[in-house]
């Protein structure tokens, strides 16, 4: 067994821990870092980048179907088999791409899985690790639901691998990524069905958007099932039967479960660096310290009520190497996060929500833009919520339209500004232009 020594090791090679890695290593650390699966995590190899690959020929196809007789005659389709081709052609470049940046900033970068086998060690099978600070940075798996046939699901790395789009699909889960593959399916041929234990989909997302959100579904022809679960999967030759909560039963050709993530804490030996885990996540406190002052956690794998998101990860990345670096003393204060449901079209939000700003007596400038330039060329439905203060500043956003993920930037930066509504006016924006749109709201 090779014995190495580093001032900083960082176990998992996500958006988190690379940010943690290349900020470490800048301010002068010595780091290592540690990968048991795909270089560079969840985000690049099964979760945003793929997914929205996958959205590229799905937006062109929706936006192609809503010019129908509008200017445009005769609608492509989606070939799965080449769309994912396209997508493996990404993620094949992943790691690759990732090592060369490890090496060209000479973060020393280890393949295995990683344990702590005491306070300040890590283990591989052919390293012993020993660093004066560790970073925890494993996010997290799919959740395992345990019922008869649960088994049968496939994740959504299944299906994220898919080689053929099935002709009838099921998601069990009403939360991000049952709704965002439920579009992608719909639109890539097949009939979809969305098993959701709420009444309604997207609980943290403001209800009055995802109304909207909901009724497109349906008019797409996407069976959503509120109030509802799977009791039972069985095979019956090459499909699945689903017994619902509800008493009914169906057929599908594949059942892919979303229902929550848990995290990857669980396997690492935490207890012997005296580090206290829960549900899979690590304890932390407002400095991202665990219960061992010498070992932090960043990222989904943190036990913080924040949203698991790339940028959230990234953001604790860098605190956490800054901190170690004797810079950033003060606790974690997170700057607004932008939230976006990639659906088609999508539902973005960001600082106050709705609810709280209507709590507070703010002004809520709830502006239907269907019909401005920008949205009306392509037939896009678009809505746009703004929370006001009593100051006159903007506090928060929530939005439905094709370029939610987009626009949201605008409010973002309006609000880690301190902006008042007046103010984003005052920019000259490209027109027409998403700029101009968000300059010229009343
Ligand atoms: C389908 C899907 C779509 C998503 N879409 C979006 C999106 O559009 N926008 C967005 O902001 N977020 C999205 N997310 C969430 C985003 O992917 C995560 O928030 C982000 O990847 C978390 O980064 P991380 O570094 O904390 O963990 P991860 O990216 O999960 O990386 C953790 C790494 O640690 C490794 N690891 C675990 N245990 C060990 C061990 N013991 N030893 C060595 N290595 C270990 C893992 O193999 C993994 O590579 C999506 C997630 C999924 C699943
Ligand atoms: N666009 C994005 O930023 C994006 C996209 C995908 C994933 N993600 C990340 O991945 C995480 C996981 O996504 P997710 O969709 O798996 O989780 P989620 O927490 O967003 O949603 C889980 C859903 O499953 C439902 N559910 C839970 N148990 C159930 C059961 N037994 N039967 C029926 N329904 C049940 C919940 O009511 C909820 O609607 C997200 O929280 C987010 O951090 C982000």
Redesign the pocket.
């Known amino acids: 067994m090779k014995q190495i020594n580093y001032d900083l090791g960082i176990?998992?090679?996500?958006?988190?821990?690379l940010a943690a890695a290349f900020e470490a290593k800048q301010l002068g650390q010595t780091v290592v870092m540690?990968?048991?699966?795909?270089w560079g995590?969840?985000?690049p190899n099964y979760?945003?980048d793929p997914?929205k690959i996958l959205l590229s020929a799905v937006e062109t196809l929706h936006r192609e179907q809503a010019l129908q007789n509008k200017g445009l005659v005769g609608s492509s389709m989606i070939n799965w088999p080449a769309l994912m081709a396209t997508k493996q052609e990404y993620v094949d470049a992943v790691k690759p791409r990732k090592i060369k940046g490890l090496e060209q900033a000479e973060i020393e970068h280890i393949y295995g899985?990683?344990?702590f086998i005491n306070q300040d060690t890590v283990a591989t099978n052919e390293y012993q690790i020993t660093a004066t600070n560790w970073i925890i940075?494993?996010?997290?798996r799919p959740r395992q639901l345990d019922f008869p046939g649960a088994e049968l699901m496939g994740n959504?790395e299944d299906f994220l691998n898919l080689s053929d789009m099935p002709q009838d699909i099921t998601f069990l889960g009403g939360g991000y990524?049952g709704v965002e593959f439920a579009n992608i399916s719909h639109f890539a041929g097949a009939r979809v069905h969305l098993i959701t234990q709420g009444s309604h989909l997207l609980s943290d997302f403001d209800q009055v958007l995802v109304r909207e959100f909901e009724k497109e579904m349906l008019n797409n022809g996407i069976e959503i099932l509120f109030d509802n679960t799977i009791d039972v999967i069985q095979k019956q030759d090459n499909q699945y039967l689903v017994k619902l909560s509800n008493g009914t039963s169906y057929l599908t050709d594949l059942v892919i479960s979303a229902v929550g993530r848990t995290g990857?804490a669980d396997?690492?030996q935490a207890e012997k660096a005296g580090v206290k885990t829960c549900d899979g996540h690590v304890v932390v406190d407002q400095y991202l310290k665990s219960t061992n002052s010498h070992v932090y956690a960043i990222?989904?794998?943190a036990d913080n009520d924040v949203p698991?998101?790339?940028?959230v990860?990234n953001y604790e990345g860098r605190y956490v190497a800054r901190q170690l670096a004797g810079q950033n003393q003060t606790p974690l204060e997170y700057p607004t996060m932008p939230q976006v449901v990639?659906g088609t079209p999508r539902i973005a939000q960001t600082g106050v929500s709705m609810v709280e700003a209507k709590n507070q007596g703010f002004t809520i400038k709830d502006l239907e833009m269907g019909n401005v330039i920008t949205f009306f060329r392509y037939h896009d439905q678009a809505r746009i919520r703004v929370a006001i203060d009593t100051n006159g500043l903007i506090v928060g956003a929530s939005i439905f339209a094709f370029e939610a993920e987009e626009l949201i930037n605008y409010f973002v930066t309006a609000i880690n500004m301190k902006r008042t509504f007046a103010e984003t006016q005052a920019n000259l924006y490209a027109y027409p232009s998403l700029g101009s749109e968000f300059s010229e709201f009343y």
């Open positions: 176990i998992g090679s996500g958006p988190a821990g540690i990968e048991e699966y795909m995590g969840t985000c979760g945003c997914k899985h990683a344990q940075a494993t996010g997290q959504s990524i990857n396997k690492i990222g989904d794998v698991k998101l790339v940028p990860g990639f």
